[in-house]
């Protein structure tokens, strides 16, 4: 895949796609794209000589909604695009061991985590009718 912030395509190429998802409203939504231009078979070049210059966050901890997005696109990409070989183990790593964890472990983001996955829930049918459609 490429970082969203090296992402350049034509626009009627992008609205073909359906363009970026916006229930990815941030993190993981370039993997996402990439994903599904490559379910279409397309391909996805990466020019050597182009630069961009990407500023990451301040290191530390994630404030709440930015940790819920994260956990949300993270099992909701797990959803849409892994072999459906992989969901089970997928689930009981992020779901299950990942709770205990975030619980015991890591509380604070235990809240945000839990939203997430509970987002995940909630959505989980629609995800896995748009994986039939791809």
């Known amino acids: 895949f490429l970082p969203g912030a090296m992402i350049a395509a034509k626009t009627s190429r992008l609205r073909e796609l359906g363009g970026f998802r916006p229930d990815f409203f941030m993190y993981l939504e370039d993997v996402e794209l990439c994903s599904r231009v490559l379910k279409r078979g397309l ?5 050597p000589k182009a630069r ?5 966050p301040p290191a530390g901890p994630n404030p709440p909604r930015l940790a819920f997005h994260k956990h949300k696109n993270f099992a909701a990409l797990y959803l849409l695009h892994a072999p459906i070989a992989v969901l089970p183990v997928f689930l009981l790593r992020y779901a299950g061991v990942e709770a205990i964890r975030h619980l015991f472990a890591q509380r604070s983001s235990f809240p945000s985590w839990l ?3 509970v987002w995940v829930a909630l959505h989980a049918p ?3 009718a748009e994986r039939a459609r791809l």
């Open 43 to 47: 391909d996805i070049f990466i020019v």
């Open 52 to 56: 961009v210059y990407h500023h990451d």
């Open 115 to 117: 939203q997430a996955w």
């Open 126 to 128: 629609k995800l896995f």
